[in-house]
């Protein structure tokens, strides 16, 4: 099994900046993609960023060239940098992995940008 724990969500101001982190635990060889998600008030669980299996990275529109995922292998941490935030982007953040036969979530972690 794997485990996923989030941090690094807060409130900040328009403009600024946070750095998410998802640490995995468990089975971490058997993780086919890992990223993260979010969902606004009132809003469906949209993609943010993610490593697909086959490698490459897929950013969701409204974050390209604001957001940059990452990783460090060696602390099977993941992480997402989010620059110049605005409004649209407070949501909870859900780091995500796909095991191929499972889909594992962190609990999540609240970005508030305040305008």
């Known amino acids: 099994q794997v485990q996923l724990v989030e941090s690094g969500g807060g409130l900040v101001q328009a403009g600024g900046s946070l750095r998410l982190s998802c640490a995995a635990s468990g089975n971490t060889f058997s993780i086919n993609a890992i990223g993260w998600y979010r969902q606004a008030p009132g809003k469906q669980r949209e993609l943010v960023a993610v490593?697909?299996?086959?490698?490459?990275?897929n950013y969701a529109d409204s974050v390209k060239g604001r957001f940059t995922i990452s990783r460090d292998n060696a602390k099977n941490t993941v992480y997402l940098q989010m620059n110049n935030l605005n409004a649209e982007d407070t949501a909870v953040y859900y780091c995500?992995?796909?095991?191929?036969?499972?889909?594992?979530w962190g609990q999540g972690t609240l970005v508030t940008v305040s305008s």
């Open positions: 995500y992995a796909d095991q191929g036969y499972r889909e594992v």
């Open positions: 490593f697909a299996a086959s490698g490459g990275t």
